[in-house]
Every structure is written in structure tokens, then in C-alpha cells.
């Protein structure tokens, strides 16, 4: 199975996630069902904030305890949306933000070289200078960079855009280990009653 950081909510809505990988694939993938059934009902374009709303009321329903910290990004007919969602549901929408364990080390390459009126080039060099930022400054923040571009025409998902501490040897066969090769060190026989209802008991020994 391959674990990406980056999920698929609509044709025009694109989620990060950073926290506990189940629970980040569980809730995105849950959120774009919701919004492709909404879209077959209304006929409409997924509108950003109807799928943070939506996340947001998931999220603060378990108090943080689903691990899933969110940032989505998205172009409706309302314009361009990039919000940030905690695991307990607190929401913000800004003009950047970073979130994971990482974070820290992204958001400071952000805060300095952000500035308005960027070219699509400057953002995804800003954007891929920031995650490498978080990859080598962080033991849990990955290994590759993954850029979504979303404009209102298209958009443009570039898997991998840059990876990093590949590894430098790999096994050419897998490990082979001949059948029943663990040994048995002790046994337990356990004896089982069944009792039917209404019925009579039906000893049973079950040996283990």
C-alpha cells in the first residue's frame, strides 16, 4: 500500500495531511465520497468551505482524537481557498501554513520568503525550498516532495517532484523461510462447556 501525505477530495480540492496516516486516509477518503455524492445531487462545483466545514464538525466531534491534521487547498467559484484544520477542529484560513512535526523548520522558510503576487515558479520553488526544509531538519517527515498545482482550468498533481535518502542497497530476493519453522515451546489443552439454550451441556475439549 503506498501512505501519501497528499489526498484527493474533489477535481478542485486537494487535502494535506499530517498526524496518523490511517486516520488522515479514513477521513479524506470519507469527505470525497460526501462531496461526489453532493455534486451528483446539486450538479454543482465542491466549494472549499463545504469540505472544511464538513472536516472541521468530523474532527471536533471526537475531540482530538482522531490524529488527522488537515490543510486544504482548492479553487471554486467563490476564488482560492487554503485553509488549516487541528485535530480537534480548530480552523484558520490563510495565505500559507505548514502543520506536522516538521512544521516548524517549513514555516520559517515560509514566513521569510513569502510575499504576495508570487509566479507559479517562485511558489513551487518557496513550497518544495519548505518541505525539504522539514524532510532534513526532521526524522518523521518523509523522503519526497509531492507539488499539486490547482487553477481554475486544471489541476496539476506531480508525484515525487523531488525525492531524497533513497536507499543505497536493496536486497535483489526477498527472505525465504521454510514452513513451520517456529517452534512450539509449550502447549496449553483447554477444556470448553457449551451450553446451548434451553438445551443440555455439551462438553467440548479443544486441545491447543
Known amino acids: 500500500m503506498c501512505i501519501r501525505d497528499s489526498h484527493y477530495l474533489a477535481p478542485n480540492i486537494y487535502c494535506c495531511g499530517a498526524g496518523t496516516a490511517a486516520d488522515c486516509e479514513h477521513v479524506t477518503e470519507k469527505m470525497s465520497s460526501e462531496l461526489e455524492l453532493l455534486r451528483l445531487n446539486t450538479g454543482r462545483v465542491s466549494r472549499v468551505m463545504t469540505a472544511a466545514s464538513r472536516l472541521q464538525w468530523n474532527l471536533w466531534q471526537y475531540r482530538g482524537n482522531i490524529g488527522a491534521a488537515l490543510i486544504i487547498a482548492g479553487v471554486d467559484p467563490k476564488g482560492k481557498w487554503l485553509a488549516q484544520l487541528s485535530p480537534e477542529g480548530t ?12 512544521s516548524l523548520a517549513a514555516i520559517a522558510i515560509l514566513e521569510a520568503k513569502f510575499r504576495d503576487g508570487l509566479t507559479q515558479d517562485e511558489a513551487v520553488d518557496l ?8 524532510i532534513f531538519h526532521d526524522l518523521g517527515s518523509g523522503s519526497n516532495v509531492d507539488v499539486c498545482i490547482i487553477t481554475a482550468e486544471k489541476t496539476d498533481y506531480r508525484r515525487n517532484y523531488r525525492v531524497y535518502n533513497k536507499k543505497e542497497w536493496v536486497k535483489p530476493t526477498p527472505y525465504s523461510f521454510p514452513p513451520r519453522n517456529t517452534p512450539i515451546l509449550r502447549e496449553h489443552n483447554i477444556k470448553l462447556e457449551v451450553v446451548p439454550v434451553g438445551g443440555e451441556r455439551v462438553g467440548m475439549e479443544i486441545e491447543k
Do not use: K, N, R
Request: glycine share 16%; hydrophobic share 35%; with cysteine.
Open 91 to 102: 480552523t484558520s484560513y490563510l495565505p500559507y501554513c505548514a502543520m506536522g512535526s516538521g
Open 127 to 134: 513550497v518544495q525550498e519548505a518541505i525539504e526544509a522539514g
